[in-house]
């Protein structure tokens, strides 16, 4: 079963940083991961996009929010994806989600959400 762990979550102040991380695991063997990203969803709004990291590749695409601040990245070894945050502002406070989609020949991608980490910008 696909699990996804995040971490690194918390309290800061505004113009702070902090470092997200994402470890998935019970990735089946005949499945490869496509890509990895966060997504962050604050009180009374829709879950949105913040950025992503093609597994081959490398490729990152993020949101015009926080292009500049934020810089996602990969460790292909662990299956673990990273976003560095910087210059966080309070609009930034959201509960933070990990996914990672899964590919396989034949089959249709699968996509897997981890809990969610809290990050709270405020002084």
């Known amino acids: 079963q696909v699990q996804l762990v995040e971490s690194g979550g918390g309290l800061v102040q505004p113009g702070g940083s902090l470092r997200l991380s994402c470890a998935a695991s019970?990735?089946?063997?005949?499945?490869?991961?496509?890509?990895m990203g966060w997504y962050r969803q604050a009180p009374g709004k829709q879950r949105e996009f913040v950025a992503v990291i093609r597994w081959s590749g490398g490729t990152t695409n993020y949101a015009d929010s926080v292009k500049g601040r934020f810089t996602i990245s990969r460790d292909n070894a662990k299956n673990t994806v990273y976003l560095q945050m910087n210059s966080l502002k309070p609009d930034d406070t959201a509960v933070y989600y990990c996914n990672v989609g899964l590919v396989a020949v034949g089959l249709s991608r699968r996509d897997y959400w981890g809990q969610g980490t809290q990050v709270t910008v405020s002084s």
């Open positions: 019970g990735i089946g063997s005949i499945w490869s991961i496509y890509a």
